[in-house]
């Protein structure tokens, strides 16, 4: 069986793009430890999303990153929370991402997912990035997608792609694709603060929730606001 790597943080995006391609790919998850504030909710839900679809998981400290990194992720910070009305609102939405920036993040994760990759020959790379948080996060966008598989063609002894299916997708659509592909979304932890429950109030639970909303799919995710 053909085998990827995918890059599982257990939240929504990444858990319903590595569905996508769990009934044609022998799965290696990944996840990281950079120090974020929700490390250990991260990694129950990953590791509940590898042992119910099967995936062979893998952690991976990063403590350098945590230590160069001034992301409220992972730093005493506080974490922006946001209205609904600020999602659509750029200079609002660019704020927050700002304060939750960590340094290369997603370049960090892939290249060292690209290893793996070479390792046990994986053909693809599977991550989360989406069109919605494109918009203020640039290492979410098509163009960085791009990029990135133009420089596996020249830096990789083998054929390497990275998959993104959400790349053109908002949220609710995420999750549409998702109730598609049978992806145990009800498993996935979305919030930044690291809660047992979802906070509700930051940026990535307000999109969550919306998500499901604006889908008309049931959210059996469970919120403190």
Not at 31 to 53: D, R, S, V, W
Not at 85 to 92: A, I, Y
Request: proline share 3%; aromatic share 10%.
């Amino acid at each position: 069986m053909k085998k990827a790597i995918s890059v599982l943080s257990g939240g929504l995006d990444c858990t319903v793009a590595t569905c996508v391609y769990a009934k044609d790919y022998e799965i290696h998850a990944i996840t990281f430890n950079y120090g974020q504030k929700a490390f250990m909710q991260e990694l129950k839900a990953a590791k509940e999303i590898c042992k119910k679809m099967g995936f062979t998981h893998t952690v991976i400290e990063l403590p350098w990153l945590a230590e160069i990194s001034n992301s409220s992720l992972n730093t005493s910070e506080d974490i922006p929370e946001v209205d609904l009305n600020d999602l659509d609102d750029f200079e609002k939405s660019s704020e927050t991402a700002s304060s939750v920036w960590v340094p290369a993040r997603n370049t960090v994760f892939t290249s060292i997912a690209a290893s793996y990759a070479e390792s046990i020959g994986a053909e693809i790379i599977i991550v989360g990035w989406d069109k919605e948080e494109a918009n203020t996060f640039p290492d979410n966008s098509k163009e960085y997608l791009e990029k990135f598989n133009e420089l596996f063609e020249v830096g990789s002894p083998i054929d390497i792609e990275i998959k993104a299916p959400a790349i053109d997708l908002d949220k609710d659509e995420i999750v549409k694709l998702g109730h598609e592909n049978d992806a145990p979304m009800e498993l996935s932890y979305s919030c930044y603060k690291g809660f047992e429950k979802h906070c509700g109030v930051c940026e990535s639970c307000m999109r969550r929730k919306r998500g499901f909303k604006k889908a008309g799919i049931e959210d059996l995710t469970i919120y403190e606001k």
